[in-house]
């Protein structure tokens, strides 16, 4: 079947766009519209959005809720979690943020889980100091998702766009004019004109080839503004989740840790004392052991299957999760989804048997840099959620704190947004013979006479999958990036010479979506090689196994920023990091990360 | 988004339907038991036995025990009728006002039959 | 590789560009046991036939969004394990009662318009600009907890001949999320509810099939919160009978 | 936006998708003996109205070999009902019992259960021995 001759541009006027319909937008869209609720807001989503990726977050929400807790404690966790490559400014902001956020969600439904007396149920994190995690059981982020989505079904105000695939940010003098794309069920190209947007498109964890995140996540919001010269911040550091399942990358919540569950290897050893996060005694102990970061215990699991400790899976090498002295009663009640994903998918019982896990890629700390209140350096443009690096996740983002990122920055972005939208000057007619120009290659790919010897989709993914994982994993070397970006680059030329589609109908054609994001993909891959490559120590969730093997604060207490070229590899240049009170210093876990809290 | 919500008059009926099918569920059975096999056995053709024509109707001679059969009889008429007409809904039989009279129609006019004929009984 | 065992899966396509009705079409491919009916699908669409449509997301039975009839009956592809579903065939159609746009992709607007209808969200009551969050005991959650589990997947919708007979039919998801809101005890929103519940396509074009709850993946048991939702809207049918100008 | 163009379903022949399906029908079903039953009871009211000799014709009827496979469906169908119907009970009523302590399912059904014995025992005794 092959396309129609190209079908016509709708153009749209409103005053808000927001894209994506994941946590951050449905926030972002909410606070708009409590703002102002003249405003006339369309949140488009290329999925209806309680399919977004947050859905599948397990564990939990962070903010500051019992006496034991302090705003002090969680900064501090949080920017020496991320080694002190946070933004202490909006760390502080965050921190201060976030139980006022959680606090509105329980008002408009979320179902958190509660102690005997009613409060909000708190549980441990990795690298959380206290008990500081807001959790509904382990679907968090499903009842957090379905609680915004619920509400916002109270604003006819917010005018949903679901299965818009959005392929272009317009610009004109003024700064953001429109949003582009692409209506998926008729294949139509579609014009938003508006003053202001928030782009919540989440991350970018699928360039890499096992990795915990949906198939949605590929990351081509970033790739958007990049091309519109907004920067790509701190990329370079992508977290590895430390117990995903071999093969298919299902994520096994840190929950399961924070309630108790320890790692061991083929030997039966909890080896995480071996890698400074012990001693074992007492257990549990916060940040220490199995509730250290996940840099940390990734970092662990690399070494002990060097070292030939792990057990062997049909899908790769694992180390072993036991929960069985949590008894069947609290896996029930905390973990209940774990412990029937571990049935279904692995036939294992956590009652009975420890889980086979591995580490997988699970979550983009860099992304479009942002202010405080969201905005980004092109007028009208904000930026929330995994999509946006507002700086608070540093080298190394400490679990939970993306939930309640997504609320605390949503918000932020929401009304920053709101206010532009309602005083910047209307986008002129100009804008749809721009927009038409800028669709006109994504039809010429439909059109493209299918040749032989093109790739398929599918060919050019593997291979960047396999440059990702080979170059820029849990530990790279100078070489390796370099080899990956070379591959991301020719990966990249073959791209634009034109990929094979079996489908060149308009109706409902993911294959023509999907090549859409491949190219996307491949540029943020590119980005991050090459982001990886310029960072010549090691910190956080980049490590190198070559001659920057430690952490130069001295030269790389710095962000890194990637400006995108159409074609061309990126250019990666540093910026200093906004310190206010916190000092660098040793990044210590276990029974040394006690003491040195101590002084 | 336009959509017509219409409040639906069903709920006195599903009530009727609901109080003939517990009863039904409750008694039916054993109902059903005497009438096909205890009482044949009982002996023979109703001139003799639990059937016989002056039991009956000593059996029905204080207005509690009519009134029961009555409410008994005119339950599960309510009961069936209601099934009765959702089924034809299911089944793809269009009947429109007609059905819904014709099938609420019978349970109404056995309910009344049913009362009528046990007020009728003579004593014994 | 090729030491693989196959499979033939047979899928249920439609292209609206095609002037036919539906058809099938054949597709034999390796498997594993522990692979998901999704992951088959995809390596159809990635090595066999780029034109194969369905939908898909989380591959982990949260996001709702792979819903397909497998041999007859409505389920989540990304939750079928191949090694259940061998020796095949397997015959994979679009979700029951739903329009199809293409292939396995069938129009899901209605239930989404459906939802602001069934007053599917939580109408806060006391106190809206407290920072402070309100208390709920564990037994309150437990009231509403089993409803709020819909992942709005449709299998129920699908599941439902009442839904396929009477499309106005607000159908399971939307009322048993109308109920779930009823039973939180933060929820002040039961009034505003009452109108869809007590519609004709409200709680009363059920007729207790019953299916809904058996293919429903997350246990919501729709089934209960309809019928339950009947005893309610009878009392308050015989209530506003009984005393006029109670309501409206 | 613009809804698509898409292939419409039908319904015909629904029943035959599934088994869950022909189960629901059949319990429905129940309703066309019961209601056939009803009418039974109905003439044998009417007779025994009329006088002995028309009783006596019903008993007759009653007796006969249609009466008796007619009242062997009845009951068949009685006692598919009263299962079906007391496993969905559970699903009709409203949550019984204080929050946290909702009785279970089950206690409901095997009290459903109890109570349908001993009003079948008091029937069956008021019928035999009532008079
Ligand atoms: C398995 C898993 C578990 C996690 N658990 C936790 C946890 O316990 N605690 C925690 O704090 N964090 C957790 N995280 C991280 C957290 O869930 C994510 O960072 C967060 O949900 C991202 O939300 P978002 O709103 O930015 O984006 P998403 O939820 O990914 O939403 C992105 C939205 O953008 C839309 N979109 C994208 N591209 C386009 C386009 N081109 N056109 C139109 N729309 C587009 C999508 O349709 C979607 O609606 C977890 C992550 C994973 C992978
Ligand atoms: S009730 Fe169950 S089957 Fe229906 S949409 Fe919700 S989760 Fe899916
Ligand atoms: S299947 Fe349908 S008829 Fe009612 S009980 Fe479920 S909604
Ligand atoms: S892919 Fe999300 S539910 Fe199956």
Same mark, same amino acid.
């Given at each position: 079947?092959?396309a ?5 541009? $709708? ?7 927001v894209?994506?319909g ?13 703002a ?11 999925v ?16 500051v ?31 201060a943020? +976030?139980p ?9 439904? +979320? ?22 995690? @807001? ?24 005018? $949903? ?39 919540a ?37 992508v977290? @590895? ?14 929950? +399961? ?9 083929a030997?039966?050893?909890?080896y ?29 699991? @690399? ?35 774990i ?54 996740h540093?080298a ?64 050019? $993914? ?53 090549a ?5 993909s ?14 010549r120590?090691?910190r ?7 001659? @920057?093997?430690? $952490?130069d ?9 990637a ?16 310190l ?20 | 988004?336009?959509?017509? =919500? ?8 599903? =009530? ?16 059903v ?42 339950? =599960? ?15 793809? =039989? ?7 009279w ?23 | ?10 899928? !249920? ?136 589990? %819909?992942?709005? %997947? ?30 939180d ?9 009452r109108?869809? !519940? ?19 993946p ?20 015989l209530?506003?009978?009984?005393l ?5 | ?60 009827? &009653? ?9 062997? *469906? *009845? ?7 009263? *299962? ?20 279970a399912?089950?206690?409901?059904? &095997? ?16 019928? &035999?021995?009532?008079?």
């Open positions: 079947m092959t129609q001759r190209h079908p016509d541009l $709708r153009v749209i006027d409103c005053d808000l766009v894209i994506g994941g946590g951050a937008g449905l926030r972002a869209a909410l606070a708009a519209t409590v102002d609720p003249s405003l006339d807001i369309v949140l488009v989503s290329k209806v959005p309680m399919r977004s990726h947050t859905v599948a977050a397990e564990g939990g929400a962070a903010a809720l019992r006496e034991d807790d302090s705003f002090e404690q969680h900064f501090e966790d949080t920017v020496s979690g991320g080694e002190w490559l946070c933004d202490q400014a909006a760390v502080e902001a965050f921190v943020a +976030c006022r956020e959680l606090a509105q969600l329980e008002r408009w439904g +979320c179902p958190w889980s509660r102690r005997d007396d009613g409060r909000v149920q708190t549980r441990f994190f990795g690298g959380m100091r206290v008990q500081r995690t @807001w959790f509904a059981a382990d679907r968090t982020g499903f009842h957090m998702l379905h609680t915004l989505f619920q509400t916002s079904l109270r604003y006819p105000a917010i005018r $949903r766009h679901d299965e818009f695939f959005c392929t272009n940010l317009l610009v004109d003098e003024h700064g953001l004019a429109g949003v582009l794309g692409i209506d998926i069920a008729t294949g139509h190209p579609v014009l938003y004109r508006a003053r202001a947007a928030v782009l498109t989440g991350g970018a964890g699928r360039v890499y080839a096992h990795n915990t995140n949906a198939g949605i996540v590929t990351g081509e919001g970033m790739a958007l503004a990049a091309r519109h010269g907004v920067a790509l911040r701190d990329m370079e550091f977290q @590895w989740h430390p117990t995903a399942l071999p093969g298919s990358g299902i994520l096994i919540t840190e929950g +399961c840790r924070g309630e108790g569950g320890v790692l061991l290897n030997e039966g050893r909890r995480l004392e071996d890698y400074g996060l012990g001693p074992l005694e007492p257990w549990p102990r916060p940040r220490a052991m199995e509730l250290g970061p996940r840099d940390r215990l990734s970092q662990a699991f @690399w070494h002990e299957d060097r070292a030939g400790r792990t057990i062997t899976t049909a899908q790769g090498n694992a180390v072993l999760l036991d929960l069985r002295h949590l008894g069947p009663r609290r896996l029930a009640e905390r973990l209940p989804m412990s029937e994903v571990a049935r279904r998918f692995l036939g294992i019982d956590p009652v009975t048997a420890p889980i086979p896990v591995r580490p997988a890629v699970h979550y983009t700390m860099g992304g479009v840099a942002t202010d405080l209140d969201g905005s980004t350096t092109l007028p009208g443009l904000y930026a929330a959620g995994e999509c946006a690096s507002a700086g608070i540093g190394n983002r400490l679990g939970s704190n993306s939930l309640a990122e997504l609320l605390v920055f949503g918000r932020a972005a929401g009304e920053a947004a709101a206010v532009r939208a309602r005083s910047a000057p209307r986008p002129g007619e100009a804008l749809a013979a721009e927009a038409r120009a800028c669709m006109a290659p994504w039809y010429a790919m439909l059109e493209a006479a299918p040749a032989a010897e093109r790739p398929r989709v599918a060919t050019l $993914r593997n291979a960047m999958h396999a440059a990702m994982e080979d170059g820029v994993g849990i530990y790279r070397d100078a070489e390796g990036m370099a080899r990956a970006c070379e591959a991301l680059a020719g990966l990249r030329a073959a791209y634009r010479d034109g990929v094979a589609l079996d489908d060149r109908s308009l109706a409902f054609n993911t294959e023509w979506l999907s859409i994001e491949l190219g996307h491949l540029q943020l891959a590119e980005v991050m090689a090459h982001a990886a490559l310029a960072r120590e090691s956080g969730a980049h490590q190198r196994l070559d001659a @920057w093997r430690a $952490r604060d001295a030269g790389f207490l710095v962000h890194s920023l400006w995108c070229a159409a074609d061309g590899p990126p250019r990666i240049e540093h910026a200093p990091v906004k206010t009170r916190s000092v660098p210093r040793e990044r210590v876990y276990g029974g040394a990360g006690e003491r040195v809290a101590l002084d | 988004m336009s959509r017509r =919500l219409r409040r639906s008059h069903e709920p006195p009926f599903w =009530l009727l339907f609901g109080a003939g099918g517990l009863l039904a569920a409750l008694i039916l059975p054993a109902v038991l005497f009438t096909g096999l205890i009482a044949p056995l009982s002996g023979r053709c109703g001139d003799s036995g639990l059937l016989e024509h002056a039991r009956m109707l000593s059996l029905l001679s204080t207005p509690i025990a009519r009134l029961a059969c009555a409410g008994f009889i005119a339950l =599960l008429a309510w009961h069936a009728c209601h099934r009765i007409y959702h089924l034809c809904h299911d089944l793809g =039989l269009r009947g429109g006002a007609g059905l819904r014709a099938c609420y129609g019978t349970a109404a006019l056995v309910s009344v039959i049913g009362l009528v004929l046990v007020m009728g009984l003579p004593h014994p | 590789m090729s030491e693989r065992p196959t499979i033939v899966i047979e899928v !249920r396509r439609w292209h609206p560009d095609a002037e036919q009705p539906p058809w099938w079409q054949a597709f034999e491919l390796p498997y594993r046991e522990d692979q998901s009916l999704l992951e088959a699908l995809q390596h159809i669409k990635d090595e066999l036939d780029g034109s194969l449509t369905f939908r898909w997301s989380c591959r982990m039975a949260i996001c709702g969004s792979c819903g397909c009839m497998v041999d007859g009956r409505p389920e989540l592809s990304c939750h079928l394990l191949m090694g259940d579903l061998a020796p095949g065939p397997v015959r994979v159609e679009p979700l029951a009662h739903f329009p199809v746009i293409r292939d396995l992709v069938i129009d899901q607007q209605d239930v989404l318009d459906k939802l602001p209808v069934a007053g599917a969200y939580l109408v806060p009551g006391d106190d809206t600009s407290a920072t402070e969050p309100s208390r709920q005991t564990p037994a309150q959650v437990a009231e509403y907890a089993q409803f709020a589990q %819909c992942i709005n %997947c449709l299998l129920c919708y699908s599941a439902c001949p009442q839904y396929g007979l009477k499309p106005d039919f607000l159908g399971p998801a939307a009322l048993a999320l109308m109920a779930r809101h009823d039973a005890s933060r929820d002040a929103g039961q009034a505003e509810r109108e869809a !519940r007590d519609a004709t396509s409200g709680v009363w074009d059920c007729t207790l099939v019953g299916h809904c709850t058996e293919v429903c997350q246990g919501v048991d729709p089934a209960r919160a309809i019928n339950r939702n009947k005893g309610a809207s009878a009392r308050d049918y209530l506003d009978l009984l006029p100008g109670r309501r409206r | 936006m613009s809804r698509p163009r898409t292939w419409q379903p039908d319904m015909r022949g629904w029943w035959r998708r599934d088994p869950a399906y022909r189960q629901y029908l059949l319990r429905e079903a129940t309703s066309l003996a019961i209601g056939a039953y009803v009418l039974v009871l109905l003439a044998g009211l009417g007779c025994l109205l009329l006088g002995a000799q028309a009783w006596a014709a019903w008993c007759r009827w &009653v007796l006969s070999p249609p009466g008796l496979v007619l009242q062997a *469906v *009845v009951f068949a169908a009685a006692v598919l009902h009263a *299962v079906s119907w007391f496993r969905l009970m559970p699903l009709t009523l409203p949550p019984l019992g204080p929050p946290g302590r909702r009785v399912d089950r206690t409901l059904h &095997v009290g459903a259960w109890a109570a349908s014995l001993i009003c079948s025992a008091g029937v069956l005794g008021w019928l &035999v021995w009532g008079a």
